[in-house]
């Protein structure tokens, strides 16, 4: 999600809200897509233990066509010829069993495939099925031709009958036994599945509260960031005037009376140049801070902004500044990137009290352009390390705290990122090298 760049605090409450509600859709979303998933699994479940209750019904009713088989086949015996033939029978057995493994409609009935482990005592059904189909069939065939049946064919005929009764029932008592499981499963998944919902529920709304905060903080800062820049926007035009006059009276007075002055006289007029002068800067910082003006973007060399950077800074005799020798060219806002600049290599100058190096590197990695500026200061301490670009922050007695965040907004308004990382202390530019001038 891109960030937004605003000119007034309305737009930027708006944007927080939109992100406010996007992330609370996010989380009703997820909700319910849990609660949907769950009863797709349940749903699921219940229709394979629906159809396996089908295979049950149609299993024991196979136990009674068997019977029903060696009924007819004993009226043709007895010579009932009139009554239903046995085939029929057989072979709505045989689609009853063929059904029972391979799933389909019989009687208005679905099933479902056999489950694997349920085939090995289908096999023993269909195989007595086939030997009890043969002998019924050969029996009805003799009949016809008026060759007699014994009576060691008819109880062999009998006993076929009841070994399939008996695979049959055990059949039956395994699928009785699997849909039994099955819903003991279903109803220890039901109450799985409410917990994870109601966890998940609770663990959502802490999320939509955490968000809300956030949030909530957000817009209280912004707001506080509103208020400043409403109030520096004034005290820019009240100030300014007065700070120059001061300025100026100090720089006409110092020179009348230089030659008049001891060295007392002369430190109070230093500080009160220094004081003057700090008062600008925190102006200045809280201007640039609150001023988020539209790109100027150009085709700028890195090198040259660097060049043009370090003629306006002052550098003690104790620091050392290593430009790189190669260059890179981008689109870009060359005064705002100069402002970033300054301010990172101003910062280096500052923690290097007792002196020295900053080594400044550009790296071109494809799209990106990459500039480094690193010192051999002592580093940022770990526990401000996720501040130091929060509006306000600052460690400095006389630090605005607006510096590093006016930075951060240049950069990411150029479409960039900044970083930084210690031992050594290296704050990292990365910039496209055609970003959109535009709100994002």
Not at 291 to 300: A, D, W
Request: proline letters at 3%; aromatic letters at 6%; a neutral charge.
């Amino acid at each position: 999600m891109k960030k937004c760049v605003f000119n007034n605090n309305e737009q930027a409450n708006l944007c927080h809200t939109m992100k406010n509600i996007i992330k609370i859709g996010l989380v009703i979303a997820i909700q319910v897509s849990l609660i949907f998933t769950s009863f797709v699994i349940l749903g699921q479940y219940q229709s394979q233990q629906k159809f396996l209750g089908n295979s049950v019904d149609v299993a024991g009713k196979n136990r009674f066509l068997t019977e029903k088989v060696l009924l007819e086949t004993t009226d043709y015996l007895t010579g009932y010829h009139y009554k239903q033939d046995p085939l029929l029978t057989l072979t709505q057995l045989d689609d009853n069993i063929r059904v029972l493994k391979d799933g389909g409609i019989i009687s208005e009935k679905e099933l479902i495939s056999l489950p694997a482990g349920l085939l090995p005592q289908w096999e023993l059904v269909h195989s007595n099925f086939v030997d009890y189909k043969t002998s019924v069939e050969d029996i009805r065939g003799n009949l016809l031709k008026a060759i007699p049946v014994t009576d060691n064919e008819f109880t062999s005929i009998k006993e076929k009958a009841d070994k399939l009764v008996d695979v049959s029932n055990t059949l039956v008592s395994a699928l009785a036994k699997h849909s039994k499981d099955l819903s003991e499963f279903i109803m220890s998944l039901q109450n799985v599945l409410m917990l994870v919902n109601i966890s998940a529920h609770i663990l959502l709304i802490l999320i939509v509260i955490r968000i809300l905060r956030n949030e909530s903080t957000k817009i209280m800062k912004l707001d506080r960031l509103a208020t400043i820049g409403s109030l520096s926007s004034t005290l820019s035009h009240d100030l300014r005037n007065p700070l120059s006059v001061i300025k100026n009276t100090i720089v006409i007075m110092r020179r009348k009376y230089e030659n008049d002055m001891d060295e007392t006289a002369k430190s109070h007029f230093s500080r009160i140049e220094s004081a003057v002068s700090s008062i600008q800067n925190q102006i200045e910082d809280t201007l640039n801070f609150v001023r988020i003006s539209p790109l100027h973007l150009e085709s700028n060399s890195l090198l040259k902004i660097l060049d043009s950077v370090l003629q306006t800074i002052m550098i003690p005799a104790n620091i050392e500044i290593n430009l790189p020798e190669n260059d890179l060219v981008i689109k870009c806002d060359n005064k705002k990137l100069e402002r970033v600049f300054a301010n990172l290599i101003t910062n280096s100058i500052q923690v290097m009290k007792n002196g020295g190096k900053i080594n400044i590197r550009i790296k071109d990695q494809f799209d990106f352009g990459l500039i480094e500026i690193e010192d051999t200061g002592a580093g940022i301490p770990n526990n401000i390390m996720p501040k130091i670009f929060d509006p306000l922050f600052t460690t400095k007695q006389s630090g605005t705290g607006l510096g590093l965040a006016t930075c951060k907004n240049i950069v990411e308004q150029h479409e960039g990122t900044i970083t930084v990382n210690n031992n050594p202390t290296i704050f990292t530019v990365r910039l496209p090298k055609s970003p959109q001038d535009k709100c994002r």
